[in-house]
């Protein structure tokens, strides 16, 4: 089975950082796309930064400039790196990878558990 570890989550003092890490395991072979997504207390989970298997990357307006995903593709692994982080950041993080056991096989959405991001005030 495919499996999501996710680290580096905490708590940070604003305008801190974290580098969360997202490993990727098991059965799949094939990584297309690798994201992050988040959702905060009373809110919607939200689209926080994608890569795609060409290293092209999309950000939520709200942390363009603050925020870097990146992907290590020896690793099976993707990172977000988190810069100037505000009390707003506050959410549980869920890395998000689409892929497949085969390449040219259907796709397939797998999330992981979250990571608690706490930017205290």
């Known amino acids: 089975q495919v499996q999501l570890v996710e680290s580096g989550g905490g708590l940070v003092q604003p305008g801190g950082s974290l580098r969360l890490s997202c490993a990727a395991s098991?059965?799949?072979?094939?990584?297309?796309?690798m994201g992050w997504w988040r959702q905060a207390p009373g809110k919607q989970r939200e689209l926080v930064a994608n890569?795609?298997?060409?290293?092209?990357?999309n950000y939520a307006d709200s942390v363009k400039g603050r925020f870097t995903i990146s992907r290590d593709n020896t690793k099976n692994t993707a990172y977000l790196q988190m810069n100037s982080l505000k009390p707003e950041d506050t959410a549980v993080y869920f890395c998000?990878?689409?892929?497949?056991?085969?390449?040219?096989?259907?796709?397939?959405?797998?999330w992981g558990q979250g990571t608690q991001v706490t930017v205290s005030s």
């Open positions: 890569i795609n298997s060409g290293g092209s990357t």
């Open positions: 998000r990878v689409v892929g497949s056991k085969v390449s040219g096989a259907p796709l397939a959405v797998y």
């Open positions: 098991g059965s799949i072979v094939s990584l297309n796309s």
